[in-house]
């Protein structure tokens, strides 16, 4: 083989090495979305359909492992009752339904969520009874996707109208929808108890299944007798 020939192989080689690892880095490193059109876009479909103000800070996209899509600093209104905020969330899509033109969320997963809302908890004259709770309980579990949530290190704050609040933090919690079954597993702190652990099983249809609850230092007294005075 001719010197000029080993060159041409040589150059070849290095070009096919250096265009592996231009994909690799392709494939493999978040692409940030700085266009202003994207982000007009995401923020007047999502405040519409969410009937709020609905804005993110930065939005990325990695396609390894799988295609996802994350948007940082994610800030969300409506009216003054409700304000949720977090650090990041990310949503991968379902392949086929993509492939379709489809958008079916496959997990969805909110670092440091933190929800803050304030206003009637239950319907006036409800109470705290079953039959004021389960509706109410059934029509938020009917809303969940069928899809996997993660939440890490969430917050909520609930300030009824009395004024009485009540806080989770360190919220780790996943749950998972498939048909109408869901299962769900919940750690978190709060003002009512020091350390609460949870496991469901639940038939969304019907409200059956099973419930592992395990609470440490409970001490609801002082604030839900605030909320529910009549109970």
Aim: with cysteine; charged share 20%.
């Amino acid at each position: 083989m001719s010197g000029r020939s080993t060159t041409r192989y040589v150059l070849l080689g290095a070009l096919g090495l250096l265009a592996s690892v231009f994909l690799a880095l392709l494939v493999l490193t978040p692409i940030e979305i700085r266009s202003e059109a994207v982000r007009t876009f995401i923020e007047t479909k999502l405040s519409d359909a969410l009937g709020g103000r609905f804005s993110y800070e930065r939005l990325r996209i990695s396609l390894f492992p799988r295609p996802c899509a994350s948007a940082l600093g994610i800030a969300f209104a409506k009216g003054p009752n409700l304000a949720v905020t977090a650090a990041e969330v990310t949503v991968c899509p379902q392949i086929l339904p993509l492939l379709k033109g489809e958008l079916r969320p496959a997990r969805i997963r909110a670092h440091a969520p933190d929800i803050r809302f304030s206003g009637p908890l239950l319907p006036a004259g409800a109470g705290a009874s079953e039959e004021a709770i389960a509706p109410r309980v059934a029509q938020a579990l009917a809303l969940l996707p069928e899809t996997d949530v993660d939440i890490i290190d969430g917050r909520m704050t609930l300030t009824d109208t009395s004024g009485q609040m009540v806080t989770l933090q360190g919220v780790q919690a996943d749950v998972r929808r498939h048909g109408q079954q869901l299962t769900a597993r919940l750690r978190c702190e709060s003002n009512l108890w020091k350390q609460l652990s949870m496991k469901a099983q639940i038939m969304v249809d019907e409200l059956t299944g099973a419930i592992d609850l395990e609470v440490a230092d409970f001490q609801p007294a002082g604030v839900l007798a605030g909320m529910f005075p009549d109970s």
